[in-house]
């Protein structure tokens, strides 16, 4: 693939609403068609036929590493695993020259890092494509994933109210990026200091959207379509003590769900610590699609390959 034909997906503006929207429509049709079927059985068109992606992980990771994996299959190509503690990452090899030799060999990479820094300096030494598996300031892979579970659940996203309760972090900043693009409002309950970062929220204003900013968990939870939150502490987070303190009042339990509309789901990214982001009744309730949203990284991730490689518009 020339430089100029590449398609990196290490935020959500890089593909564009009208991608994400044929993204998620693609995801939906190649989900329905393997009803039934073996999940290692390759999709009837495996069009990723011989491909083979490379995963580099410098965080730890259950539902990236084996959605990719799983999505690779189930396109027809294959995946293998560069890890920090186990290649030449981990002994000072920089972003930069990992990302020529692997573009040498592999005919795509997923990135899961901490700076984000480092998957935009592999990207500009690929001369194939770069996928944010995560980084601490987006998780893009994993709101495709949330999306497409919204529509499954007969939600319209033009004009959907959606929560978010605890942490302005790296999952937020990719849902209002998606509210931007996909024209739905966002209403973020957090304690003082944990704000997402400003030009996330001016991205999503900028687009028309309605980003209310509160401390009051609450009101941002009352008439939600969506409630969404993620654990409190990340890997290699300090100060957790008074972190924790400042998140209790933005557990989303029973209370706080019966404030949103009577249809509303509940989303968790995952792994949750029940008993602090989210209550038991809650993660485990009715309202709860925490495991179809973890399922659907698969077909998520495939339609997120398939667009790298110019396979959807």
Known sequence: MAESQ??????????????VAAMIDDALVRKAARAGWPKGRADADAPLAGRVLAMVFEKNSTRTRVSFDMAMRQLGGSALIVDAGTSQLGRGESPADTARVLSRMCDAIMVRTDDHAKIEEMARHCDVPVINGLTDRSHPCQIIADLLTVIEHRKSLPGLELAWLGDGNNVLHSILEAAALMKFN????????????????????AAGQRVILTQDAAAAASGADVIVTDT???????????????????????????????????LHCLPAHVGEEVSKDVFEGPQSVVFDEAENRIHAQKSILLWCFGLIP
Do not use: C
């Open 186 to 205: 966002v209403r973020v309950a957090t304690p003082r200091g944990y704000e997402p970062d400003s030009r996330f929220v001016e991205l999503a204003r």
């Open 6 to 19: 590449l398609r990196h997906f290490l935020d959500l503006s890089d593909a564009g609403g009208n991608a």
């Open 232 to 266: 409190w502490i990340s890997m290699g987070q300090e100060n957790v003590a008074n972190k924790v303190r400042a998140m209790e009042p933005y557990m989303v339990d029973a209370s706080l769900m019966a404030r949103a509309k009577p249809d509303a789901i509940f």
